[in-house]
C-alpha cells in the first residue's frame, strides 16, 4: 500500500507516540523516561512542523532579531522597573514589525504621538505585504 507522506508520517508519530508511552511507564531507565516525558509533554510543540511545512525547524531567525536588543540591554544595563521594560519590550516590537513591513518605524512612531496627544487612539501597525497580491 502507499502512503502520501502526510499519512506516513502521522503512522510514525503514532507509533513513536505509543513507545514514549509504553516507554514513560516500563522502562527501568530514569533518562530514557525523562526523555519520554518530555516528548509527551511537549508533544504539540515539537512536531507542528509536520502539521504545517512552512515553519522553520528552528528558531534562530527569531534568535538573530532579538540579539541587537540583547546588546543594547547589556550595553544600558537594562530597563530599571518594570514599566520600563514594559516599554523597552513595547518599541523594540514596533520597531521590528515596522522594519519587516518596509515602514519608517520612526515615522509610525510620529504618527501614534501625534494622534495620542491629540487624544485620539494610536493607529493599527502598518499591515504586512503580501505576496503576490
Not at 499519512?7 to 527501568?28: P, Q, V, Y
Not at 501625534?114 to 497580491?133: C, F, H, M, T, Y
Amino acid at each position: 500500500m502507499q502512503y502520501s507522506f502526510s499519512e506516513f508520517s502521522e503512522i510514525l508519530l503514532e507509533d513513536f507516540k505509543a513507545e514514549c508511552e509504553r516507554i514513560k511507564g516500563e522502562s527501568k531507565h530514569k533518562k530514557a523516561r525523562a526523555l519520554a516525558v518530555e516528548f509527551l509533554n511537549d508533544w504539540e510543540a515539537i512536531f507542528m512542523v509536520l502539521r504545517h511545512p512552512h515553519m522553520p525547524l528552528t528558531n534562530n531567525e527569531a534568535e538573530h532579531a532579538l540579539r541587537h536588543w540583547v546588546i543594547m540591554r547589556k550595553i544600558t544595563y537594562g530597563t530599571q522597573t518594570e514599566v520600563g521594560t514594559r516599554v523597552f519590550a513595547v518599541l523594540a516590537s514596533v520597531i521590528d514589525t515596522c522594519r519587516k513591513r518596509d515602514v519608517s518605524p520612526w515615522r509610525y512612531l510620529e504618527k501614534v504621538i501625534g494622534e495620542r496627544r491629540a487624544g485620539r487612539s494610536a493607529p493599527a501597525l502598518p499591515a504586512a505585504q503580501v505576496e503576490g497580491v
